[in-house]
């Protein structure tokens, strides 16, 4: 499988921006599917964003569309998350995920759908 490993969490105020990066290795990096999730205290893990292989489609989460944009460098072997207008419930430990078992136009939001996962980075929106 492919190994994930995220960067980018921290500590920022309410309205404040982040931007999570996801590096993959051990495979070929177009060939997965990619997506965020995120889980809060207490709460189920849930999805936030993904982006197809091609890069061409993307998948928001209703409550981060128009502050929350994924892309992916495949040169880097990298999917990034741009996290602007923070909220407090925003805070959470974010995981990247990854999945070769879909065709190269569809942006996967269901957590089965990923085999492989990162360890997550937590972020914390203070109010």
């Known amino acids: 499988q492919v190994q994930l490993v995220e960067s980018g969490g921290g500590l920022v105020q309410t309205g404040g921006s982040l931007r999570l990066s996801c590096v993959a290795s051990g495979r070929t990096f177009t060939n997965y599917a990619m997506g965020w999730f995120r889980q809060a205290p207490g709460k189920e893990r849930e999805f936030v964003a993904a982006?197809?292989?091609?890069?061409?489609?993307?998948s928001y989460e209703d409550s981060v569309k128009g502050r929350f944009g994924i892309s992916r460098d495949n040169a880097k072997s990298t999917v990034y998350l741009q996290m602007n207008s923070l909220k407090p419930e925003d805070t959470a430990v974010y995981y990247c995920?990854?999945?070769?078992?879909?065709?190269?136009?569809?942006?996967?939001?269901?957590?089965?759908?990923?085999?492989?996962w990162g360890q997550g980075t937590q972020v914390t929106v203070s109010s």
């Open positions: 982006i197809s292989r091609n890069r061409d489609m993307t």
């Open positions: 995920a990854a999945t070769d078992r879909v065709n190269p136009y569809y942006p996967p939001r269901r957590e089965a759908e990923f085999p492989s």
